[in-house]
């Protein structure tokens, strides 16, 4: 399977796509505008970190994609680290 792949930084203004960083609002407009990807390409975001606010700001990326019309977007996102003694950070 193709994809793109967005990564969200732990300050989740900013993202990393295909090795280049860049203001997350603007990633949905790059891979359209500058990188000419289809709307039915695939996308995968993730999040660096763990816990609900690793997850909350891959969503806003997710949100910003879906808007811009990409419909394939693929997450990866965990709760807790394996070895977290904590359940829900």
Avoid at 8 to 20: E, M, P, W, Y
């Amino acid at each position: 399977m193709k994809f793109v792949h967005v990564r969200v930084l732990t300050d989740g203004r900013n993202c990393i796509v295909d090795a280049q960083q860049m203001h997350c609002d603007v990633v949905a407009a790059y891979l359209k505008n500058d990188q000419h990807l289809p709307l039915s390409e695939s996308v995968l975001v993730d999040s660096d970190g763990t816990g609900r606010a690793a997850i909350a700001r891959g969503e806003t990326v997710r949100g910003n994609l879906r808007a811009a019309g990409y419909s394939d977007i693929l997450s990866i996102g965990f709760l807790t680290s394996p070895d977290h003694p904590n359940p829900d950070p």
